[in-house]
C-alpha cells in the first residue's frame, strides 16, 4: 500500500509541473492587472515549438529556447493588444488560444505530414530522468528508500525548476521593489504612475515573465513528459492552472498545492483506471479522466466569489493628461 502511495505521488509531481508552471505564469500577469486567458494557447504554442526545434536540431536545449521565444511572443501579443491598445483582456487571451490550436496543427502538417505531430524525439533531444546520488542504494531501505529513490529522485531538469520557482517567485513578488511595484500596478495604477513609474513596461515586464514559464510548461510536455508533439497535447492544462490560481488567491505557495491537489486526481485516475472498486465495482475509464475537470468547475463554482482579484485587474490604464 506504501509502495502505491509513493508511485501514485511520484506521478503527482509529474503532472502537475506543467499545471505549476503556469499557474505561476499566470500569477505575474494578473498580479500586475493583465488577465490572460491564453496560458492554454502559449502552452500550447510553446509545446509546438520546442518539439519541432528538438527534432529537428536534436537537442532538448535547443527545443526549451524555441518554446520559450514562441511563448514570448504570443504573451507580447496579448501585451500588445491588451496594454498597448488597451483592448478587451479576455477576448485577447481567447484569441491567443484560438491562434495557437489552428497553427500549430496547420504548421505540423505541413511540415511533417504526420497528421499535426512533430518526429518522434530521441531521447538525446529531450530531457531525461536526473538521479540522485545513493538513490539506488537506498531503494530497499524501508519509508526513507522509497520516499528518496522514487519520489525526489528520478525526476527530469524542468520538474525541480518547476517547484524551486515557487520560493523563487515569492521572493520576487514580496522581497523585490519589481514584486511591491508590479503587485502596486495591479491594485492602483495611477499610485505607481503618479510616483513616475511606467505602468506600461511593469505590465509588459510581467507579461515576459508569463511568456517565459509558459514556454518551460509547453517545452515540458513536448521533450520530457511525452517524446514529441501531439495535436491539441495541452488537453485543457491551461485552463486548471488558470482555476488553480484563483482558488489560490493569486499566491504562489497555496498555488502550488491547488496545482498538485489537480496533479494528485490526474494521477489517481490514471492509477484506478480499469480496476473495479469496492461495492461499486467496474467504473468507466471516463469518468476517471474527467475528475480534474469536474474539480475546476466545482472549485470555480464555489470559490470565485471568495477569491478577490487584483483591483485594476483587467482594466486597461489611461493615463490622465494635466
Not at 517565459?212 to 485552463?239: E, H, N, P, W
Not at 465495482?281 to 487584483?310: C, D, K
Request: hydrophobic residues 55%; aromatic residues 10%.
Amino acid at each position: 500500500m506504501f509502495d502505491m502511495l509513493i508511485l501514485i505521488l511520484d506521478s503527482t509531481v509529474r503532472l502537475s509541473t506543467p499545471l505549476l508552471l503556469a499557474c505561476l505564469a499566470g500569477l505575474y500577469s494578473e498580479r500586475s492587472g493583465v488577465f490572460d486567458i491564453g496560458l492554454e494557447g502559449k502552452m500550447l504554442g510553446a509545446a509546438f515549438a520546442a518539439g519541432a526545434v528538438a527534432a529537428l536540431a536534436g537537442s532538448a536545449w535547443a527545443g526549451l529556447a524555441a518554446g520559450i521565444a514562441a511563448s514570448i511572443a504570443l504573451a507580447l501579443l496579448h501585451g500588445f493588444a491588451s496594454i498597448t491598445h488597451r483592448g478587451n483582456q479576455i477576448v485577447s487571451g481567447v484569441a491567443i488560444n484560438f491562434l495557437a490550436i489552428g497553427l500549430t496543427a496547420l504548421l505540423g502538417q505541413a511540415w511533417f505530414q504526420q497528421g499535426g505531430q512533430t518526429p518522434r524525439l530521441p531521447q538525446e533531444a529531450r530531457f531525461t530522468d536526473i538521479t540522485w546520488p545513493f538513490a539506488d542504494s537506498l531503494r530497499d531501505v524501508p519509508v526513507i528508500g522509497g520516499l528518496y529513490s522514487e519520489l525526489f529522485s528520478g525526476h527530469n531538469l524542468l520538474v525541480y525548476v518547476a517547484f524551486l520557482s515557487v520560493p523563487l517567485t515569492w521572493w520576487v513578488l514580496y522581497r523585490t521593489r519589481f514584486g511591491l511595484r508590479l503587485r502596486a500596478v495591479g491594485e492602483n495604477p495611477a499610485a505607481v504612475d503618479t510616483a513616475g513609474i511606467s505602468v506600461t513596461w511593469l505590465r509588459y515586464r510581467a507579461v515576459i515573465c508569463t511568456g517565459i514559464l509558459c514556454g518551460v510548461a509547453g517545452a515540458y510536455l513536448s521533450t520530457a513528459q511525452s517524446a514529441g508533439f501531439i495535436k491539441d497535447m495541452t488537453a485543457g492544462r491551461g485552463f486548471i492552472a488558470l482555476a488553480a490560481l484563483i482558488f489560490a488567491k493569486w499566491r504562489p505557495v497555496p498555488a502550488m498545492f491547488a496545482c498538485l491537489l489537480f496533479g494528485f486526481l490526474d494521477a489517481l485516475a490514471i492509477r484506478l483506471q480499469g480496476q473495479p472498486l469496492p461495492v461499486i465495482g467496474q467504473v468507466p475509464v471516463q469518468v476517471f479522466q474527467a475528475l480534474p475537470y469536474i474539480l475546476t468547475v466545482v472549485l470555480l463554482a464555489g470559490f470565485i466569489g471568495r477569491a478577490v482579484p487584483p483591483k485594476a485587474g483587467g482594466v486597461a490604464y489611461v493615463k490622465e493628461r494635466t
